[in-house]
């Protein structure tokens, strides 16, 4: 035990002694917390919107008021054909383009019926999407409008024929998405720091000749491993804490649920992040070799644990490959306990499974791992 706490003792006094490496361990990954959870929004504003009115009638004017008036929109210019309008969206200066055709207010007088031409940028089709349901949205209110008008000339009272639904939400009342983004943004800084720092640890020893040099001491394996690790699972729980703060304090994210259920389940997650990162180093010889491996699984875990893009929209084969991916389940579990209040009964089937991965990622890197006595 003694030669433990003095392994953890030297790797403490070594991260500290690095000027160069604390405000990366402690200063940036706040600060990408910060950043990242103002800078990815599902929300879409400032859209570049234009038209081409062909009408230019008390009806087209009052419907482009509508888009003028959305918090959504931008207007960037009135065009006076659709040639020019195309020509400004291939350059990039508009987004979505309404044409208003000829006649319009005399077909919605005389036929109760007209067509709108609405042309958008897809080329980020989630992106259009979205626009496409604010424009559906202006045009419905418009013609909500049109036929109260129509009764009111008639001297008739309008006919609500409309059902009408009250939504009720749930975990999210606000519908706010840095509730929903923050805690999968902290899950990801964390696995990073770790996976990073502890790939890197070993490696650095090869570097600098020092490895060689414990490993003909008598220090037993186990205790060297679990020296050079525990400083690293100690800094992931200080950036948890921290991030839990500025999450709680600055985005106002609730925890509902037990904070203690998070830190359980974070104490056996480190334990898998740390074992991946020591197989890493066992299988490298520099650090540049090392970030490399250990940037190219971290991308991978990323674009497919559900923080950015939800797994029921991957394909059948995609989401069973997330089935392997170990942050799936930590952003799953920190999202049930923070916003939904989970239990430990609810979250048991993933810390099973990640308590299986952090057996055989920690077995495989202490098998991996050669030391000559």
């Known amino acids: 035990m003694k030669t433990i706490l003095y392994i953890i003792q030297k790797e403490f006094k070594q991260i500290m002694r690095n000027k160069g490496m604390l405000p990366i361990i402690f200063v940036l990954p706040l600060l990408q917390l910060l950043i990242l959870s103002n800078a990815a929004t599902f929300e879409v504003k400032n859209i570049k919107f234009s ?46 383009i309404l044409e208003i055709p000829t006649h319009f207010e005399r077909n919605i007088i005389k036929n109760k019926k007209t067509d709108l031409a609405v042309y958008i940028n897809a080329i980020d089709g989630a992106k259009a999407g979205v626009e496409n349901v604010y424009i559906n949205q202006i045009i419905k209110s418009y013609n909500q409008d049109i036929l109260l008008y129509a009764y009111r000339q008639n001297n008739q009272q309008p006919q609500q024929m409309n059902v009408i639904t009250i939504p009720s939400f749930w975990y999210n009342t606000t519908l706010n998405y ?21 790939s890197m640890n070993i490696v650095r020893e090869k570097e600098i000749g020092t490895l060689e040099q414990i490993n003909v001491t008598p220090i037993k394996k186990h205790q060297f491993i679990i020296g050079k690790l525990f400083p690293f699972w100690v800094l992931g729980m200080v950036i948890l804490t921290v991030g839990l703060i500025i999450a709680k304090v600055i985005f106002n994210v609730p925890i509902v649920g037990n904070i203690g259920l998070i830190y359980l389940f974070s104490t056996v997650y480190l334990l898998v992040v740390l074992g991946m990162g020591l197989l890493i180093s066992n ?18 875990f990323i674009l497919m644990s559900g923080l950015f893009t939800p797994i029921e929209s991957m394909p059948i084969w995609a ?55």
């Open 178 to 198: 840095k509730t929903f983004m923050v805690p999968g943004i902290l899950v990801l800084l964390i696995t990073m720091l770790t996976l990073f720092l502890s």
């Open 51 to 96: 038209y081409v009115d062909h009408d230019k009638s008390t009806s087209s004017k009052t419907l482009i008021d509508k888009f003028k008036a959305s918090s959504y929109f931008t207007i960037s210019g009135d065009y006076a054909s659709k040639k020019l309008a195309d020509e400004a969206m291939k350059n990039g200066e508009v987004e979505v």
């Open 319 to 373: 989401q069973k490959v997330t089935l392997f991916n170990p942050i799936r389940y930590f952003v799953e579990v920190i999202r049930m306990v923070m916003l939904k209040g989970s239990g430990f009964s609810d979250i048991f089937p993933q810390f099973i499974i990640i308590s299986a991965y952090a057996i055989i990622m920690n077995g495989l890197a202490v098998l991996s791992y050669k030391k000559t006595n």
């Open 283 to 300: 299988y490298t010889d520099t650090q540049q070799q090392a970030m490399f491996i250990a940037w190219f699984f971290v991308v991978i």
